[in-house]
């Protein structure tokens, strides 16, 4: 083992692409490159992989992501990679990653072995193939939620063990009451020219059928109805797995008359931008969500949200803006909500000071690092 000031500290998940995940595999890379310490990360790839690499770590590229028993290939080249690179600490963020990273982990000599961690980021179908998140050393768990749902479900984890860090965000990015700049603007009028003058509802995440679309042009459709000029961005990637969900949603749309009123925008980068800009942000997840960070950025930009009363959405809203819960798949709370937003009848949120920081969350995973690497033997 190294100086466990000096950690090599190896990330493993499916891909690079989007998500809550893969933005915080990156955010602790950087974190580990600005205090001079190695970063390794590794997966199958994705449009990420740039980010890893201009704040110093480096990238991996593993066929580490299919849940096929040919993925266990790769268990020997990641336990001879483990031997080159010295590392640390391994930490799995999924539960395919996770398994290959034990398998090769637990073959290895002792006096190889780095210390293993893994984290829940969400909740998993009760299963012996989702176990495998807790078999970490260290189990980081990303809410309260998560770690009430690894002692109901897996009674058999060491309690101990369980180490809660909620996410964060960085104040500093999602500025209370920020607004894009003229050019950003400009560009966005003239990408979405639709939206201009409307009443407009953002629902962000991937394209995913427990995410809530429905309830949300059935928001738009009943929000028009009593004469507010209601508009739906959906914005997130469709998922190559569901795209006949994302073709059930845009014939929703279409049967309900809303095609000028609905917008599908795909992945964008610029979260923070779309967010500020938005009237309201909604979280309608029918399956509990494990932390809600997109509702936590539009509270921390002074948005307006309104987000489903269960799970990490509404374990985050009861911290920072409780006026933004409503009761689980109750619509006609929803439209209700949404309409005494577009009247101003609710108050936006208000600056939420210290609450869910970012450097806070990331000095508490290193804090993890040392204290797992510092007692491995």
């Known amino acids: 083992m190294g100086d466990t000031d000096r950690l090599h500290v190896m990330q493993l998940l499916p891909g690079l692409e989007s998500g809550g995940v893969e933005r915080g595999a990156v955010e602790v890379n950087q974190a580990l490159c600005e205090r001079s310490m190695s970063?390794?990360?590794?997966?199958?790839?994705?449009?990420?992989?740039?980010?890893?690499e201009a704040h110093g770590g480096e990238h991996v590229t593993m066929p580490i992501h299919r849940k096929s028993p040919t993925t266990l290939?790769?268990?020997?080249?990641?336990?001879?990679?483990?031997?080159?690179?010295?590392?640390?600490?391994?930490?799995?963020?999924?539960?395919?990653?996770?398994?290959?990273?034990?398998?090769?982990?637990?073959?290895?000599?002792?006096?190889?072995?780095?210390?293993?961690?893994?984290?829940?980021?969400?909740l998993y179908s009760v299963r012996r193939y989702s176990r495998i998140m807790t078999a970490g050393e260290r189990v980081e768990v990303v809410s309260e939620t998560v770690r009430q749902y690894v002692l109901n479900n897996?009674?058999?984890t060491d309690e101990a063990k369980l180490v809660l860090n909620h996410r964060g965000v960085d104040p500093t990015q999602f500025l209370h009451g920020y607004q894009p700049d003229a050019d950003w603007l400009a560009a966005w009028r003239q990408a979405y020219p639709e939206l201009e003058g409307k009443f407009v509802i953002t629902l962000a995440g991937r394209i995913t059928r427990l995410k809530g679309h429905h309830d949300l042009i059935h928001a738009i459709a009943e929000l028009r109805g009593v004469g507010i000029d209601a508009h739906a961005l959906i914005v997130g990637d469709e998922d190559p797995r569901r795209r006949a969900y994302a073709e059930e949603l845009r014939q929703a749309v279409t049967q309900r008359g809303l095609d000028e009123h609905v917008t599908f925008t795909g992945h964008r980068s610029d979260i923070k931008e779309v967010l500020a800009v938005s009237d309201a942000?909604?979280?309608?997840?029918?399956?509990?969500?494990?932390?809600?960070?997109?509702?936590?950025?539009?509270?921390?930009?002074?948005?307006?949200?309104?987000?489903?009363?269960?799970?990490?959405?509404g374990e985050v809203l009861g911290e920072v803006y409780p006026d933004g819960q409503t009761p689980l798949k109750d619509r006609a709370k929803l439209v209700d909500r949404l309409a005494q937003i577009a009247r101003g009848e609710v108050s936006p949120p208000p600056p939420i000071g210290d609450k869910f920081l970012l450097c806070d969350m990331l000095d508490r995973t290193i804090a993890m690092y040392q204290e797992a690497s510092r007692h491995r033997f």
């Open 73 to 122: 290939l790769q268990v020997r080249a990641l336990r001879r990679l483990i031997r080159v690179r010295r590392v640390d600490v391994l930490h799995a963020r999924s539960r395919v990653p996770a398994w290959v990273a034990y398998l090769a982990w637990r073959k290895l000599p002792a006096s190889q072995r780095p210390a293993f961690i893994t984290t829940v980021h969400g």
């Open 39 to 52: 970063s390794t990360v590794v997966s199958s790839g994705g449009r990420l992989v740039q980010d890893i």
């Open 281 to 313: 942000i909604v979280s309608l997840s029918t399956k509990p969500e494990s932390f809600g960070r997109s509702v936590l950025e539009a509270v921390r930009l002074g948005r307006p949200v309104v987000g489903y009363n269960h799970g990490g959405v």
């Open 154 to 156: 897996y009674p058999g």
